[in-house]
């Protein structure tokens, strides 16, 4: 995972919008090593073929992952219900390995995959949600309970 000094992007208006809500799978509950206020994963991106896979470590369910491509552009979205989100577990359902573009089963893709130019570079970020008046100062942000976990650049 690589920590600096984020900049504004476009997920604080898209994490407002998501509080309309979906529908969400209830994929059970997160492997060990995961608690429900776990602030940091170390995410890893595999690019091999025509594929894109993104994993992270403790596989903790997320509730936003999010793909951004040059000047902030998103690139491909997931997010759970909003309405989900005063209970970490309820909104916590993005299990991990992902293949870019393929949304898991119940999960409501918020923006269609683009398809990724070789040779440009792009960014993971993994968003959980920790309980609620929670200030975590593992988070790399945060706002309010929404919790960015991890962020991994990669090149396609």
Known sequence: MRRGVRRAGALPGL???ALAGCGDDGSGPDPAGCEV????VEASVSVEG????FDWTPGCGAAVVHVEGEEES????LITDGSTWDDPGAANLIRPPLTYGVPPSGIPVGHEAEALVPGT???LEVWRIIPIFTQNPSCIEQQGQVCLVAVEPFTR
């Open 15 to 17: 994490v407002v919008a």
């Open 37 to 40: 206020d776990t602030s940091s």
């Open 50 to 53: 025509g594929s894109v896979v």
């Open 74 to 77: 998103v690139q491909w979205l």
């Open 121 to 123: 570079a792009y960014t």
